[in-house]
């Protein structure tokens, strides 16, 4: 897998429900669930249903700093 893969994926899914956990320092989870909103060259943005945007970029996925359910 690399950056090209997962950006061709996600702009597949723009517009789908996703589901984002992000694996923060000392074994903190946050868990954000959305809308996949817009990608751009190093990030792509999810929108929160309270209207709240988020975003993450590609690398955190192929580190595993974050994992993607859609």
Known sequence: MNI???????????GSRIIIVFYGSRNRKERY?????????????????NGEVKSFAYIDILTKTIQIYI
């Open 4 to 14: 090209n893969y997962i950006k061709r994926y996600l702009l597949s899914k723009i």
């Open 33 to 49: 669930e959305g809308l996949l909103y817009k990608l751009y060259n190093n990030i792509f943005i999810i929108k929160l249903p």
